[in-house]
């Protein structure tokens, strides 16, 4: 199997505090995580790209110190929102990849929803 | 820059029907094609494609890619009312980085 997790699966905040979202392989060890952003009725917006052990690589338009992003093991990733505004209200989805490159097969979490008030 | 155009947006259909959701990508270093099923929470796996004119099947449903003509469909043959959803198409480079079109909603009605 390859089953991921996501914890919490919906979060409510106050503006200006911080929530960190866990991302769990939980039959597998995943060298690659990655972390999307989806709007209602739009797709998936890929934020950043995670290996374990090293940086975190972000997409352009994503700021690296506003979702702080942690790999710190083969299976766990975390995404940080730092001082949470309303605009990052959102539902926020991690994957893992299985394997090396080559193994382009992404298993998804089930998302957190993220509501900033 | 990467782009994946998935047409139609929005499909309606009746149980029964055979429908055809078209996925065309321009991407830089192309590698994979996938299709995705995404129904109230986060997008489950249905095919991935990397070779041209291999048809893949699970079931009611069938994929192809024409990595000639960039593009990718997704056929449903036989709709039932859970195959209502929205379906998502992502391009994978070599790298290993995706870029997702913005999906098909399909609806199919009793």
């Known amino acids: 199997g390859a089953v991921v997790s996501q914890h919490p699966s919906w979060v409510i905040c106050k503006s200006g505090t911080s929530v960190k979202i866990e991302c769990r392989s939980l039959d597998f060890q995943a060298t690659t995580m990655f972390w999307y952003r989806q709007f209602p009725k739009q797709s998936l917006m890929l934020m950043a790209t995670?290996?374990?052990?090293?940086?975190?690589?972000?997409e352009q338009g994503v700021e690296k110190d506003k979702f702080l992003i942690n790999h710190a093991s083969l299976t766990l990733s975390t995404l940080t929102v730092t001082s949470a505004h309303p605009e990052d209200s959102s539902f926020y989805i991690c994957?893992?990849?299985?394997?090396?490159?080559?193994?382009?097969?992404?298993?998804f979490g089930p998302g957190t929803r993220l509501t900033v008030t | 820059e990467d782009k994946v155009v998935q047409s139609p947006l929005s499909l309606v259909v009746h149980e029964g029907d055979t429908v055809t959701l078209n996925c065309s990508y321009e991407?830089?270093?192309?590698?994979?094609l996938l299709w995705y099923k995404q129904e109230k929470k986060a997008p489950t796996f249905l095919f991935m494609l990397?070779?041209?004119?291999i048809e893949k099947k699970s079931g009611r449903l069938s994929s192809i890619l024409d990595k000639k003509e960039l593009f990718s469909i997704l056929n449903i043959t036989a709709t039932q009312t859970g195959d209502s959803a929205i379906y998502l198409c992502a391009s994978f480079t070599n790298a290993g980085k995706s870029t997702f079109g913005d999906g098909t909603t399909l609806t199919v009605k009793p």
């Open positions: 990397t070779s041209s004119g």
């Open positions: 991407v830089t270093n192309f590698r994979s």
């Open positions: 994957s893992a990849r299985k394997g090396l490159a080559g193994a382009y097969e992404q298993y």
């Open positions: 995670s290996n374990e052990g090293s940086k975190a690589t972000y």
